[in-house]
């Protein structure tokens, strides 16, 4: 009703503040019942936690009886909590990811059986029903922040979203290291220049300033905790981007507060603000090349009437001027 393009659960265990949303598929499927033109992009399935042949067949019947509208979006997780009392180990996480993708592909696209032969992955002659309706499977992507992930996503015509991309020289970086290893793979660039960040918009500033703070560092302290391999990952890559002349305003060492996190529209993985202050933070990504924005307006266990109101306010007064 909104106009928005796309909804966007991710999938996530065991934590209040950070996502209530253990089946993303479970949860489309009830978006999709309810809905007619809105793409069903989870952002993202954590594909080792989810059984292979299962998945291959929930999200076909999906994008079965949504008319088409599934986006494959998937992660290899980061958080080990999540992973241990499943007794998963995270550590292959991104090894069994990848084959992961390649057997539902495989599974999609083929007429027959098939049969799968990797290193965690040991699948035999089995035919995957129903096939998906978009041919010859819906649109592939995978979150994140490794060069070495983007390489394997680009030769193969995946897609890539920057796992918390929030410098625009972040963003630069893949965007330009994507395009160039599709190309030279026989693919084109990418028509998707995705960026993440959470987001309020208010009509009063000062008012969004509390409230963005209240409920946003509930969801940090959230990622913090069992996401600190991501995060030391995530501040190397952004340092590493980061322009030699602009070097002073960073530091590895910082307190962390809602200014040292919030405060710098080149690095913060919040907009917040009225609608003139969320142009200003969103500007930013779109000189840098993004040009779809996924927003994560839900945070810190939000009231359901803030998150509404900043949606609405967001497309009515922010989209059409960035």
Not at 11 to 24: K, L, R, T
Not at 105 to 117: E, P, R
Not at 123 to 128: A, L
Request: glycine share 6%.
């Amino acid at each position: 009703e909104l106009g928005f393009e796309a909804v966007c659960p991710a999938e996530h265990h065991f934590s209040a503040h950070y996502g209530i949303m253990p089946d993303v598929l479970d949860y489309l499927s009830w978006v999709s019942s309810r809905t007619e033109k809105i793409k069903l992009w989870p952002m993202v399935i954590v594909s080792p936690l989810n059984e292979t042949i299962r998945l291959a067949e929930r999200v076909a019947m999906l994008d079965q009886f949504s008319g088409g509208r599934v986006v494959f979006s998937v992660g290899s997780g980061y958080r080990s909590y999540e992973f241990e009392p499943f007794g998963l180990d995270i550590k292959d996480n991104w090894k069994i990811m990848r084959e992961q993708i390649e057997f539902c592909v495989k599974a999609w696209k083929s007429d027959g059986n098939v049969s799968y032969d990797g290193q965690f992955l040991k699948i035999k002659n089995v035919e995957i029903q129903p096939k998906t309706l978009q041919k010859p499977h819906p649109p592939v992507f995978i979150t994140t922040a490794r060069d070495e992930q983007i390489a394997w996503a680009a030769e193969r015509g995946f897609y890539v979203i920057p796992a918390a991309g929030f410098s625009p020289w972040e963003l630069s970086h893949v965007y330009d290291l994507y395009d160039k290893l599709a190309q030279e793979s026989g693919f084109g660039k990418s028509e998707y220049k995705v960026f993440f960040k959470w987001i309020y918009v208010d009509s009063n500033d000062k008012r969004a300033r509390e409230y963005a703070e209240k409920f946003f560092m509930k969801t940090i302290m959230a990622f913090f905790y069992g996401g600190e391999h991501l995060y030391k990952h995530l501040t190397k890559k952004l340092i590493e981007t980061w322009p030699e002349e602009r070097r002073d305003e960073i530091k590895e060492s910082r307190p962390i507060t809602f200014d040292t996190l919030c405060g710098n529209p080149n690095y913060t993985p919040l907009a917040w603000g009225d609608p003139k202050r969320v142009i200003d933070f969103l500007s930013v990504c779109r000189d840098a090349g993004a040009n779809f924005f996924i927003g994560g307006f839900n945070m810190g266990a939000m009231d359901d009437s803030l998150v509404r109101s900043s949606m609405k306010l967001f497309m009515e007064k922010v989209i059409p001027y960035v």
